[in-house]
């Protein structure tokens, strides 16, 4: 399973991703990515921000995609040192992704 497919399984998040279509998904995984490691496809806090703000992102729904991601990688054998940069990239993130008014 990849990681999107993980996250539209999920009963946490799943619902965010329900009208979203297969290729935007797979498009929306590689920006996702290339903007945790500043790859040719990122974006700035400020369009990220953006994009979310009116989503209603929670925090749970946060950490869930954080631990789906970690579970992904671990999945396709990235060792642990490396998952744990991974999140720690993540994590730099949150403040700009979570519902202001979120719990
Ligand atoms: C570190 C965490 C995250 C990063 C770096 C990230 C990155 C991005 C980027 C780069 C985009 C595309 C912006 C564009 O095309 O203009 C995007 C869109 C989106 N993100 Fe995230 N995201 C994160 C977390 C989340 C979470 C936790 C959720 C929901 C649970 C989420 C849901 C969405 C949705 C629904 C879209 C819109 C997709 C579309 O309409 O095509 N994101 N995200």
Known sequence: MT????ALDSDQIGGHF????MPR????QTKFVSSLVGGPASFSDERIEAVHRN???SHADFDEMAE???EALSMHG???GHI???LNAIE??????VARDAA
């Open 84 to 86: 744990k940069i991974a």
């Open 18 to 21: 329900e009208d979203i279509d």
């Open 25 to 28: 998904l797979i498009d929306h």
């Open 55 to 57: 989503l209603n992102i």
């Open 3 to 6: 990681f999107y497919e993980m």
């Open 78 to 80: 990235m060792e642990d």
């Open 68 to 70: 789906l991601f970690a």
């Open 92 to 97: 730099s993130k949150r403040s700009i992704i």
